[in-house]
Each structure stands twice: as structure tokens, then as C-alpha cells.
């Protein structure tokens, strides 16, 4: 059930990357997947979700405009795209699987699967 990211690395200020989220055929079509990070010395932070199959996608504001969430339903796999990056989004990326409960899906206590992350860093 716990998801798998890849995709993570070094990038000058301005470019691009795409995370990937792998996880089994079950856990994508039950649960909403989200995308979540933590920088050194801060809170994790909400930073994208899906709900299940994706219907609905969102973005945090600090993101809006230059990070997408989507998901390939045939290969069980969400993306992050990031774009435009900036050295304030250098973090540690998790994804994750959970439910919409009652404090909504841009929140942890919705998650219950973690993946093990994967370092996103951002030079200026």
C-alpha cells in the first residue's frame, strides 16, 4: 500500500522537475493522493492533492501557478510537474494516500500511507 516517490534531484532556480508516486492498483483507485514537503528545520506542508481517480485537483497557494498534481490511472501513478522552481522549494517531497475527512485532504491526519520521500534541492 505505501507509495513509492522517484523523480527528485538538483535544480538551478527556474527550471523543472516531475516527481512521480507509484503505487498498487488498489491504493489509486480507493484513495485520494496527495503531495506534501518538508524543508530542513520546518514543518511538513501541504502541497497538492487528488481526489480519487482525480477528479479534483489542488494546489497551495505557494505553489499555485507552477506546480501541477495529475495521475495515470493505467499506470497507477500520480505526478508532481514543477515548474519555475525556487530555492524555497528545496525539501524533502512525500507522497501520500489517505481519505477526505472532516479537516479535508490538505491536511496529514487525512493520510494514512506515506511514502519515504525523495530530496528535491533548488540552487540559486
Known amino acids: 500500500v505505501q507509495p513509492v516517490e522517484s523523480g527528485g534531484g538538483l535544480v538551478q532556480a527556474g527550471g523543472s522537475l516531475r516527481l512521480s508516486c507509484a503505487a498498487s492498483?488498489?491504493?489509486?483507485?480507493?484513495?485520494?493522493m496527495g503531495w506534501f514537503r518538508q524543508a530542513p528545520g520546518k514543518e511538513r506542508e501541504f502541497v497538492a492533492f487528488m481526489t480519487k481517480s482525480g477528479p479534483i485537483t489542488y494546489c497551495a497557494n505557494s505553489v499555485k501557478g507552477r506546480f501541477t498534481i495529475s495521475g495515470d490511472n493505467a499506470k497507477n501513478t500520480v505526478y508532481l510537474q514543477m515548474n519555475s522552481l525556487k530555492p524555497e522549494d528545496t525539501a524533502v517531497y512525500y507522497c501520500?494516500?489517505?481519505?477526505?475527512?472532516?479537516?479535508?485532504?490538505?491536511?496529514?491526519?487525512?493520510?494514512?500511507?506515506w511514502g519515504q520521500g525523495t530530496q528535491v534541492t533548488v540552487s540559486s
Open positions: 492498483a488498489r491504493t489509486f483507485s480507493s484513495y485520494a
Open positions: 501520500a494516500a489517505g481519505e477526505n475527512r472532516r479537516v479535508g485532504l490538505a491536511y496529514q491526519e487525512s493520510y494514512d500511507y
